[in-house]
T-cell receptor
């Protein structure tokens, strides 16, 4: 069983709509979660992290965490063509100072003008 | 520009060659990482260094040999690689403390490796 699972997509969303990206995880010891954006041919860049149940908003981005259901999501409001990228979800387990970050395979998002 | 520089950006090598990948970070971070990225697979952690000490070796074959002479530099020495080792190798650094802690990774642009 994959530790962090994402739908690989591609996910196509019209410009201006809300893009919803989902991620599930299997290890209940996971403590915090990270969303990275990776443009084609580029390296991943961190866009948000969340460690408490509920929502966390940053501009057009909202991260949601539900530890009971073991899922994390990223909502992108007012989607722009520049949001077209692969979005990587990662979970972090901190165990006696040895921290491990586990990535999903990523969801490819395409915003259609 | 993320403050993490990797060289070379592209490398083609034969299975009998020896080469090295270099990473340098200018962010003052104490943790550095090597990740492997292959098509349709999750980012795969290879090695972790905290304060120059290796704290993680994720069952990586010995044909990959890391070296961390100081907190700013990280090398990955390659020898007798296999074609299946062809991938994008990403270096990253992170602060030990901060908003996201060790999950807040700053990646270099990567070294695209092709093994013939």
């Amino acid at each position: 069983q994959k530790e962090v699972e994402q739908n690989s997509g591609p996910l196509s969303v019209p410009e201006g709509a809300i893009a919803s990206l989902n991620c599930t995880y299997s290890d209940r010891g996971s403590q915090s979660f990270f969303w990275y954006r990776q443009y084609s041919g580029k390296s991943p860049e961190l866009i948000m992290f969340i460690y408490s149940n509920g929502d966390k908003e940053d501009g057009r981005f909202t991260a949601q965490l539900n530890k009971a259901s073991q899922y994390v999501s990223l909502l992108i409001r007012d989607s722009q063509p520049s949001d077209s990228a692969t979005y990587l979800c990662a979970g972090r387990i901190a165990n006696f100072g040895n921290e491990k970050l586990t990535f999903g395979t990523g969801t490819r998002l395409t915003i259609i003008p | 520009e993320t403050g993490v520089t990797q060289t070379p950006r592209h490398l083609v090598m034969g299975m009998t060659n020896k080469k090295s990948l270099k990473c340098e970070q200018h962010l003052g971070h104490n943790a550095m990482y090597w990740y492997k990225q292959s098509a349709k697979k999750p980012l795969e952690l290879m090695f972790v260094y905290n304060f120059k000490e290796q704290t993680e070796n994720n069952s990586v074959p010995s044909r990959f040999s890391p070296e961390c002479p100081n907190s700013s530099h990280l090398f990955l020495h390659l020898h007798t690689l296999q074609p299946e080792d062809s991938a994008l190798y990403l270096c990253a650094s992170s602060p030990r403390e901060g908003q996201g802690g060790a999950g807040e990774l700053f990646f270099g642009e990567g070294s695209r490796l092709t093994v013939l």
